[in-house]
């Protein structure tokens, strides 16, 4: 795995430094503020400490000159020979590696009950979840992806119930309705496997693999022996765990008062003990923005049965609004209230489903323009980021078995100078967005990694070129690390376009 060229230039520098690209050109290529933390605590001037890292930088071989800005910065301008170490640093596993120690974990997501197919807003949870998880793998832990269904209770009975009814050639009241019932009453038997095979393979299709499934029935028979173990009361006939005490926001019914028959909360208390006691360093829930109100019970109930709490954790999204042709639309050609991930799929292609569902920020609401999205153009974010890549293909196939090596012919050109400098972003990038499980960053910065590559590309020849072996590698690590982001959020890096 190559090393981090940024990391051990500043560690050169000293265990306090921490180097930043500045905005403006003429403040070198990496700058640093260490000299204004540092000041205080040596009780010197800023400047003067300035000073002192300038020089010492300035005797590095790598660095070409160093200087002092404003109350204490120091800039630094870097000799082409560094930008050819870190060429030379780019790998197949650059980027990743960051985890400190790493942990197993498991992330459970979508967990949608098998009464009909997937949504968009249960695509959007596993769009993120997954690349969460795919974030967290690169960056060194074991990670596990766990699908939680309920296949009892009173939801269950109504969908087999509809089902049923449409077997007979009715509608039933209240009940399920659209085409994928109709489709199930064709098929004799249970048709609660039925959906579930089909759930499975529209996940697959949407590139998320569960390593396990697990059965909410099946776990509730462990109930009765965890129900002591929880701190309790009786009130109103029904019985309540005290998770107020335990730092959730109230208290929560655990068995019913009519009939004593467990609630869906009770129904998490033996999933969390199984899931821990399956030995997950870390268990993250993925949940809709209408479960903030539990967010805290799982801690609370870790709590209460004497698990460290913060081997749990609580991830939310926001809804997806999607619009066509300027207006809100439903666009199902199923049922006219929901639209269903084959549908959305088949409308603009996984790749830009993936993407689209990632994009922003898990505390945002997503509006997804259905035509921007599957449009072919650079004016697609994900077709822009997509051809990047096959167009670096293009020119490394059409460069046979031409000599591709880090050293420059010559002095390196300003576009050359700042695409290396935004390869190197990776390592950063990709660890901050997995400590903030924020995958929305990695397209954002793919995105730059684009533009500086297609700047690039417009201003210098790349093959039949004095510097051709070096930009074939320049262009060989850009192809890598664009590869790299778009597999992070579930992306396909198309050779071709």
Same mark, same amino acid.
Request: net charge negative.
């Given at each position: ?23 403006? #050109?003429?403040? /070198?290529? =990496?700058?640093?503020?260490? !000299?204004?933390? $540092? +000041?205080? &605590?040596?009780?010197?001037?800023? @400047? *003067? ?73 249960? #695509?959007?949870? /596993?769009? =993120?979840?997954?690349?969460? !998880?795919?974030? $967290? +793998?690169? &960056?060194?832990?074991?990670?596990? @992806? *766990? ?351």
């Amino acid at each position: 795995m190559g090393s981090d060229p940024v990391k051990g230039l500043a560690a050169a520098l000293g265990a306090e430094v921490e180097l930043e690209r500045p905005s403006e #050109a003429e403040h /070198g290529d =990496y700058a640093t503020n260490a !000299a204004l933390k $540092l +000041a205080g &605590a040596r009780r010197r001037p800023p @400047r *003067e400490v300035a000073a002192e890292l300038a020089e010492q930088a300035a005797a590095l071989p790598q660095v070409e000159r160093a200087e002092i800005a404003g109350p204490g910065f120091v800039n630094l301008f870097l000799a082409d020979a560094w930008f050819t170490d870190a060429l030379a640093a780019i790998d197949a596993d650059f980027g990743g590696g960051s985890a400190a120690a790493a942990q197993r974990i498991q992330v459970e997501m979508v967990s949608a009950n098998p009464t009909g197919p997937i949504t968009v807003a249960a #695509a959007r949870n /596993g769009a =993120y979840g997954d690349s969460v !998880a795919r974030l $967290l +793998a690169f &960056a060194g832990n074991e990670v596990s @992806r *766990e699908y939680y269904y309920n296949d009892a209770g009173a939801q269950m009975e109504l969908f087999q119930a509809s089902v049923a009814a449409s077997r007979s050639g009715q509608t039933m009241e209240g009940g399920y309705q659209g085409e994928y019932i109709k489709e199930l009453a064709a098929t004799p038997g249970d048709p609660v496997p039925a959906m579930l095979h089909r759930i499975e393979d529209s996940l697959e299709r949407f590139r998320i693999h569960f390593d396990s499934w697990v059965l909410q029935s099946e776990l509730e028979q462990r109930l009765p022996e965890l129900l002591p173990r929880l701190d309790t009361y009786e009130k109103d006939g029904a019985l309540w765990a005290r998770s107020s005490a335990y730092g959730d926001e109230e208290d929560r019914v655990l068995l019913r008062s009519e009939d004593r028959t467990p609630t869906y909360r009770a129904a998490d208390v033996p999933y969390l003990v199984d899931k821990l006691e399956r030995g997950f360093d870390r268990a993250i829930y993925v949940l809709g923005a209408d479960h903030h109100g539990t967010r805290n019970w799982y801690a609370a109930v870790a709590r209460m049965l004497g698990y460290d709490p913060a081997r749990v954790e609580v991830l939310l999204y926001q809804l997806v609004h999607l619009t066509k042709g300027g207006a809100q639309t439903k666009m199902s050609k199923r049922r006219g209230d929901v639209v269903f991930l084959d549908e959305f799929v088949e409308e603009i292609g996984v790749d830009a489903a993936r993407w689209y569902l990632v994009n922003r920020g898990p505390d945002q609401t997503i509006d997804i323009d259905i035509d921007l999205a599957a449009e072919r153009s650079q004016k697609n974010p994900v077709y822009y980021v997509q051809y990047a890549h096959a167009r670096i293909a293009g020119i490394l196939r059409n460069a046979g078995d031409a000599d591709v090596a880090p050293t420059p012919a010559g002095p390196l050109a300003v576009e050359e100078r700042e695409l290396v400098k935004r390869l190197l972003e990776l390592p950063g990038v990709a660890a901050d967005a997995a400590e903030k499980r924020g995958p929305q960053a990695i397209p954002a910065y793919a995105i730059r990694v684009a533009d500086d590559f297609h700047r690039f590309y417009h201003e210098h020849r790349v093959l039949e070129s004095e510097q051709q072996s070096f930009r074939l590698a320049l262009c060989r690590a850009t192809q890598g690390v664009i590869a790299r982001c778009l597999d992070l959020v579930g992306v396909d890096a198309p050779d071709r376009m």
